[in-house]
Nanobody, 127 residues
Framework: QVQLVESGGGLVQAGGSLRLSCAASGVIFSNYAMGWFRQGPGKEREFVAAINWNGDYTYYADSVKGRFTISRDNAKNTVYLQMSSLKPDDTAIYYC????????????????????WGQGTQVTVSS
């Protein structure tokens, strides 16, 4: 069956960096766009970043643009989220998700377009 497993979360001071990874299994990874979402304490789940099937197209939430970078390695069935200049507001559970690609530049920003989800990894940014 399809599995998405996130890793790399943890506790970091404001201004620091973390790299999240999401390893996929049970799917032909290159058939899927990938996204990262997050849910902070008491908040709704929100879009963070998305990448198309081959990495040529990305999209970021305004709140993370210039600080976060999404990338993927199809040979390793893994998507990454490099997070820099972290702020306490970035504290959340981070989820990766996979969406079956329907065209080359497809990289959805809404959760209902994603077919599979990971369990999440906690990121805590201290001030």
């Amino acid at each position: 069956q399809v599995q998405l497993v996130e890793s790399g979360g943890g506790l970091v001071q404001a201004g620091g960096s973390l790299r999240l990874s999401c390893a996929a299994s049970g799917v032909i990874f290159s058939n899927y766009a990938m996204g990262w979402f997050r849910q902070g304490p008491g908040k709704e789940r929100e879009f963070v970043a998305a990448i198309n099937w081959n990495g040529d197209y990305t999209y970021y939430a305004d709140s993370v643009k210039g600080r976060f970078t999404i990338s993927r390695d199809n040979a390793k069935n893994t998507v990454y989220l490099q997070m820099s200049s972290l702020k306490p507001d970035d504290t959340a559970i981070y989820y990766c998700a996979a969406a079956r690609s329907s065209y080359t530049s497809y990289r959805p920003i809404v959760s209902y377009e994603y077919d599979y989800w990971g369990q999440g990894t906690q990121v805590t940014v201290s001030s």
